[in-house]
């Protein structure tokens, strides 16, 4: 549906609703218009009006934790791949290779995430079991 029939079709349902209602008081018997039945419906009303706002309320106070806690991780895995590769940094020219192909994953990663290609973010490139093993293979030259 377009975003101009839905709420189109909201406000023919509420001038139909509201004109329901002005046609069906006039059915009504004469008990059910005194003022302490029309309190009853006014309290009635606000207590639909309270729980309303109060479930939306909650409903964008749980979105805004998700999407902090989703801000959170992505700012974590950040931070891990600074502290990466500055501590493969360290490890002088024998980890340059292995810091290009952790680039070269990450770069890939991010294309993954923020692109277009749809086919590539259902099955994303792993970045390669040989960076584990090459980090692992890694002797540090001086003992600090």
């Excluded at 990466?84 to 990450?106: F, H, K, N, S, V």
Aim: proline share 6%.
């Amino acid at each position: 549906m377009s975003s101009v029939a839905i709420p189109a079709i909201v406000l023919a349902c509420c001038f139909g609703g509201g004109l329901l209602g002005i046609r069906s008081r006039l059915a009504l018997p004469a008990h059910h218009l005194n003022p302490d039945s029309k309190d009853l419906v006014h309290l009635c009303m606000g207590l639909v009006a309270t729980m309303t706002a109060l479930i939306l309320g909650l409903v964008t106070a749980s979105a805004k934790a998700t999407f902090d806690a989703e801000d959170q991780a992505i700012h974590t895995s950040a931070d891990n791949m600074v502290m990466l590769d500055r501590l493969l940094a360290g490890y002088g020219p024998e980890a340059q290779p292995l810091r290009a192909e952790i680039r070269e994953a990450l770069r890939r990663s991010i294309d993954v995430i923020w692109g277009d290609d749809v086919a590539t973010a259902a099955n994303p490139e792993p970045a390669g079991p040989g960076v584990l093993q090459g980090i692992l293979a890694l002797t540090p030259s001086t003992v600090a």
